[in-house]
């Protein structure tokens, strides 16, 4: 009681204090978190009503509607209250000691993952509607396999297997035919290449299956984001509840297992996507992948290549290798590469030092907050010999429990999985983990499912706990956890920085990745067998679980792109993708463009290298205007401009012989050009070491196709690279049908100083009609 008298009088003291200067604008109702161990009451409710009592006396309002009203006390999920408040409340309650956070309250429909709902799609409208959502779709998935028994893979209501469908179920280790239905329509496991190298694949200690079912999980959350089923009341311990259901959730699904413990093959993933084409699936999801190289060099790059000649859509994972550049990998021209951004769904928690500091993070532990304890870094817990530049990644066997026991302890992030840490810590005694950003990892913060309480921290916050370890005899901490928040971050959506970026070093003329979808916190299916953080000592099982990556935004992609054939069955697959690059969009939701977590500031804007296009936008693609289409005579031509040699283009070309690739000039007799393939964006390159007073220019062609109204005018928009002059002719087209198509030229001059070498601008290039705005963006990069 005397410690709440006196929090009572000291938060009466400031609000009289700023009595005179707070406005009392419009109320509206916020959720108040609170720090139990500041207050101590065996009744909470009177205690929360005495500081909104207290706000209204120091505020003295003469209109009685104005008080802050009590509506809801918290005490078993969270520990706090909800009111209705004024803005100047809010600052009030901020400044209370036991002030933890608050959030404003909304309106929610129930809802998914939410990332459909992010992504503006509605049941029974566009996209969605019925007609849509009838039509026969299979999306192939090269993963680690499928759990066929999953709700997410019911198949109530569906349709026969269409006769089309050439696909079956293998039988391996607990999976056979009958493991398929309506909506898994086929599932293979390859494993030849992967055991010539690892040996064979341990089905008892190493708990894989020598079979199409996953014991990882990757695959499973895949396969559902794309085009899982609709399942109601999912969640991850009650994170993220609502109903669970894929992009094109109607769609079936074919699962090629090619990644097993230690990877994927390249044999495995060649033999797998060729078969999956022969199968006869439409949509091709590949969340794998490894460094850049040469198209002739990519297994993915070559069978993909096969398969959009085919006419199936290939989608791909850009890599978790970001902010880093030109870490972007599967970056030929074919494929539909994916960056990972974050919607506005976050899992927030509040560390608070004993010095009364407070910062947010993330984490999806499901339990109690800690009390306040001893805290200490990692670096100074480690067994004798360790050495601290060792324990401080809190490395299972290098954590003294003399050191770490009873305590939460600082791990730094890196060379070890962000779980694994946990589990170090955990096994050394330890009650709680603040993982720690380093500078170049910056304010990414990641939810993970810890077995233990444990919190992400960004790279401010992180140096902030460092200098507080470091500069206290006895330095205390606590952890408590927030739930599921929405609005958060308001200027969602936000690129993440693990999201690997272009230029693309193995074909810098053009620009990837294409474009980004949600990949950071997304709820999707989950193997019962495998743990929520892959843990063998963690005994929990789920049927959803939280992931992030750009394993995840791929899918995403995929299932959206069978949702625009869909309504456009006889599009190409670059006609699809080039719908998918135009209608994305570069503004956030409060209207300012994306940010980009990889910069360090998240209000420093992103650019075309690390998003592409932009962030995909369902119901715009699938009525684009005008897409560029590419056919494999337009391709082979790019092929001959990057001077490969005629059997390195045999090998994409899957000819069988050299002798049947001829190169030469293009059909006006003009020099072949990399920038002239009909590609949605623009990638230009100039060197750096020309004189200021010689300008360099290029001129590109491209080539669109009215998909939109029969007769339509369209008129340009160019924003201009910084340091470079753009011209269009023409600057308007008219089609009089549709289907028809017509050219156009860009030329991009360097004009004034001479440029550093590596540097690039960007601006974008965008055709107006109506409604529509087909726009294209414009990377110049000075080589």
């Known amino acids: 009681m005397i410690i709440m008298r006196t929090l009572l009088l000291l938060l009466l003291t400031i609000m009289v204090t700023n009595s005179t200067t707070l406005a009392l604008p419009h109320k509206q109702t916020f959720i108040i978190h609170i720090d139990k161990t500041k207050i101590q009451p065996s009744n909470p409710q009177p205690w929360f009503q005495s500081i909104l009592n207290s706000i209204s006396i120091s505020q003295q309002e003469e209109d009685a509607s104005q008080n802050p009203e009590l509506l809801y006390v918290y005490e078993s999920t969270i520990f706090g209250f909800s009111a209705h408040l004024s803005p100047s409340h809010l600052s009030s309650l901020q400044q209370s000691p036991s002030f933890l956070a608050a959030f404003p309250d909304d309106l929610l429909p129930l809802h998914t993952t939410h990332t459909p709902r992010f992504l503006g799609l509605s049941v029974g409208l566009g996209l969605w509607s019925g007609p849509n959502l009838a039509s026969d779709v299979i999306i192939g998935v090269l993963d680690t396999g499928i759990w066929p028994e999953h709700a997410s893979f019911g198949d109530a209501g569906m349709a026969p297997v269409p006769s089309r469908w050439k696909g079956v179920c293998e039988n391996g280790t607990e999976f056979g035919e009958g493991n398929c239905n309506r909506k898994i329509v086929g599932a293979r496991a390859f494993y030849r290449g992967y055991e010539k190298i690892a040996g064979r694949i341990n089905e008892t200690g190493g708990g894989e299956y020598r079979s199409a079912r996953d014991s990882q999980g990757h695959g499973t959350h895949t396969a559902s984001t794309a085009a899982g089923s609709v399942v109601g009341n999912a969640s991850l311990f009650g994170f993220a509840r609502g109903t669970a259901r894929g992009m094109r959730y109607t769609s079936r699904i074919a699962a090629y297992k090619v990644c097993w413990a230690f990877g994927c093959t390249n044999s ?80 927030p928690t509040v560390v608070k030092l004993g010095n009364g500091q407070t910062f947010r993070g993330s984490s999806l532990y499901k339990g109690k907050p800690t009390k306040e304890a001893l805290l200490v870094h990692a670096k100074s817990a480690g067994t004798k010999g360790s050495g601290g530049r060792i324990a ?104 993440a920085a693990f999201s690997s970026r272009g230029p693309s070093l193995v074909g810098p003329d053009v620009i990837k990745p294409d474009l980004t979808a949600p990949g950071v916190n997304i709820l999707a299916a989950w193997p019962p067998k495998a743990s929520p953080s892959l843990l063998k000592s963690d005994k929990r099982s789920v ?109 994409l070309l899957s000819k069988g012989s050299s002798n049947n690739v001829t190169c030469s000039s293009n059909n006006d007799g003009e020099v072949l050009q990399a920038g002239d393939l009909n590609y949605p964006s623009f990638a230009v390159l100039f060197s750096s070491r020309r004189s200021a007073h010689n300008n360099a220019n290029v001129t590109y062609k491209r080539v669109v196709t009215n998909v939109g109204y029969p007769k339509s005018g369209y008129a340009v928009k160019v924003e201009e690279p910084k340091g470079v002059s753009v011209r269009v002719e023409p600057r308007n087209l008219r089609f009089r049908k549709m289907g028809e198509k017509l050219s156009y030229k860009v030329s991009f001059v360097a004009k004034g100083k001479r440029r550093v070498s590596g540097s690039s601008s960007f601006g974008s290039l965008v055709w107006v009609s109506g409604n529509y705005a087909v726009r294209s963006p414009i990377a110049v990069t000075w080589q």
């Not at 499912?449 to 901490?477: C, F, M, V």
């Not at 069978?562 to 994305?584: C, E, F, G, Q």
């Open 392 to 495: 401080q990644y809190c490395i299972r066997g290098f954590l003294d429990p003399k050191l770490v026991k009873g305590k939460i302890v600082a791990c730094e992030r890196g060379i070890n999985g962000r779980t694994q840490k946990g589990e170090a810590v955990k096994m050394a005694g330890g009650v709680g983990m603040i993982l720690l950003n380093s500078e170049t990892q910056g304010e990414e913060l990641f939810a993970d499912a810890h077995i233990l309480p444990a919190t992400s921290i960004g790279a401010s916050a992180s140096k902030s706990i460092r200098s507080y370890i470091s500069s206290n005899k006895t330095p205390t901490a606590s952890i408590s956890f927030l739930g599921t928040v929405y609005g958060n971050p308001a200027d969602a959506p936000l690129m």
């Open 268 to 347: 495995d993933i060649l033999a797998a996507m060729d078969q999956a084409v022969s199968d006869g699936v439409d949509v091709l999801s590949l969340s794998l992948g490894g460094a850049a190289r040469p198209f002739y060099n990519d297994s993915i790059a070559i069978a993909s290549f096969g398969a959009i000649q085919k006419g199936v859509f290939v989608s791909c994972s850009a890599g978790n290798s970001g902010p880093s550049s030109s870490s972007v990998g599967n970056v030929a021209p074919w494929l539909t590469t994916v960056a990972a951004s974050y919607t506005d769904r976050s899992f």
């Open 543 to 651: 049927l959803f679980n939280i992931v992030s990556g750009t394993s995840m935004s791929c899918p995403h992609v995929s299932g959206i792109a069978a949702l625009v054939k869909s309504v456009h069955r006889d599009w190409s697959p670059a006609a699809i993708k080039s719908a998918l690059m135009t209608t994305a969009y570069t503004l956030n939701h409060k209207g300012t463009p994306i940010g980009d977590i990889g910069s360090n500031r998240s209000s420093s804007p992103a650019n075309p290298f690390a998003f592409g296009s932009g962030h995909v936008d369902p119901e715009r693609a699938s009525d684009p205007g005008l897409v560029y289409d590419i056919t494999t005579q337009d391709y082979l031509r790019y092929l001959c401009s990057l001077n490969y040699t005629s059997s390195q283009i045999a090998l």
